[in-house]
């Protein structure tokens, strides 16, 4: 089955539903349909190819939603751009990516000057202005696109299972981004993991505001939704006054983010003014939960399920779950056991497999891993026997849920002990008053490594540097303590508000 499959048998089931919702406006499943066939038959006039590359400059909204599906209808592939990123970054992953196509925002003004900036310096075939026009030499509306006829597919284009239908690039914290190429295949299996995981039907409404350029808002969300035949309500941005506005107009019953964007929602709003109990199933990853988080949580949505949930852009979305009736404990301290026809396994470092309770590298297969990298070069080592190494340490319990240790490259050794800094910011979030904290090591005379623990408080909160010392000295063994604390008012985040680690190692030289 391809992604348009998944979408087709949806609009024939409910063509008079709504399918998405955006500003206030509604479209069905049929009308989608139909917008999805008049720019299939538009790109194919302008001499498409199946496996062409299509780049985008887009906010969640109906031009994206309609290009995904044209592309999975056409077996074309979508290369979605952060438009956080500079020009430059663009044009680097344009050039290794090699679209024909753009289309990119024209409105507000920073998004214009970066999509032009774009054009300015790679050059595709065309492109296309959306919101507004772009003073790009030969650019043209996109809604040009959507007023020509609903005409049949050519024959030409044949997409299968096992054809790629997105490529999605690593968040980069860790080096140059990797595009994960994303197959309809690996879009089937995620969305049937995710729907039948959450208990997902026709009936939700589903609140999308993660960037396009994120596994879980162009993928995961997108492609459960379809699967199930439900409805989404897309959000440009992510601004908690908005989305809480958004679950409580159009009776949200699924949401989730990671556990910044709700931190955010608890600081900026008050919840006692919005009516949350429409939401029946929340979705929550990115990083461990405290008690103090998911019982905040809990009383924002008081009639919602919570789910902890890992993933990664190279699974297409999520592959562990908690189950609906697993306790806060359990949300806590795992994400869960593999959804469906997942398998996990855990690597020690001599290449054995590891018995349940020791830690080593996350290896997984099933239908929703990637088969490979945009490029070839980056699939070396990616793969033992067959499974998917994750780059994550972790262990499995006797139930065969995951226990999230952190990434592989992140623990060191400090006087030849193992260093998870996962474990330390755990610690160091539950001192009161602290919102985030972040970990990383950096060189020591003697012990070869030791730990920087950048501390972010609570919005009014006073909390100093010899205190969280203090603190890690009654709960730590002192070679887990970090050497020096650097109180912060932020650390800086990826487009989903993920710490990005890499930024902080680079500015430790102005601490050490």
Known sequence: MTTYDMFARSARHHPQKPALIFLDRSISYRALDEQVGRFAAALANLGVKQGDRIATILPQSPAFVTLYLAAATMGLVLIPLDPRDTPEEMQALCDRARPKLLVGLAYPEPFREKTEALVARYTFS?????????????????????????????ERFHPKPDDPLIVIFTSGTTGKPKGAVISHKNSWAIAKAT??????????????????????????????????????????????????????????????????????????????????????????????????????????????????????????????????????????????????????????????????????ELLIRGDSVISGYMDEKDDEGAFYQGWFRTG???????????????????????????????????????????????????????????????????????????????????????YKQPSRIIVTTDVPRSSIGKVAKKELQQSLQNYI
């Open 126 to 154: 065309h492109v296309y202005g959306y919101f507004g026009n772009l003073s790009a030499p030969g650019a043209q509306p996109f809604e040009q696109l959507l007023q020509g006829s609903p005409d049949p597919v050519p």
């Open 195 to 360: 729907v039948e995981s959450g208990g997902i039907d026709h009936t939700d409404r589903t609140i999308i505001n993660m960037p396009t350029s994120h596994v879980a808002g162009t993928h995961d969300l997108i492609a459960h939704q379809l699967y199930a035949g439900s409805t989404a309500v897309l959000c440009p941005k992510f601004d908690p006054k908005e989305m809480l506005e958004i679950i409580q107009t159009h009776r949200i019953t699924v949401t989730g983010g990671v556990p910044t964007m709700f931190r955010l929602m608890f600081k900026n709003c008050n919840l006692a003014d919005y009516d949350t109990s429409s939401v029946a199933k929340l979705i929550v990853s990115g990083e461990p939960q405290t008690p103090e988080f998911l019982e905040r949580l809990h009383a924002a949505f008081p009639k919602a399920t919570i789910f902890a949930s890992f993933g990664m852009s190279e699974t297409a979305g999520f592959f562990t779950f908690t189950r609906p009736d697993d306790d806060f404990q359990t949300i806590i301290e795992t994400e869960g056991p593999p959804a469906l026809d997942f398998q996990m396994r855990v690597l020690r470092p001599d290449n054995t497999w590891a018995a349940p309770g020791e830690v080593g």
């Open 392 to 478: 994550d340490l972790g262990f499995l319990d006797e139930r065969n849920y995951l226990h999230y240790v952190g990434r592989c490259k992140e623990m060191y050794k400090s006087g030849g002990y193992n260093v998870y800094p996962l474990e330390i910011e755990i610690y160091l979030n539950a001192y009161p008053g602290v919102n985030t904290s972040a970990v990383v090591s950096g060189p020591h005379p003697i012990w070869g490594e030791t730990g920087y623990a950048f501390v972010v408080p609570e919005e009014g909160a006073a909390i100093s540097a010899e205190e969280i010392k203090a603190y890690c000295k009654k709960g730590l063994a002192d």
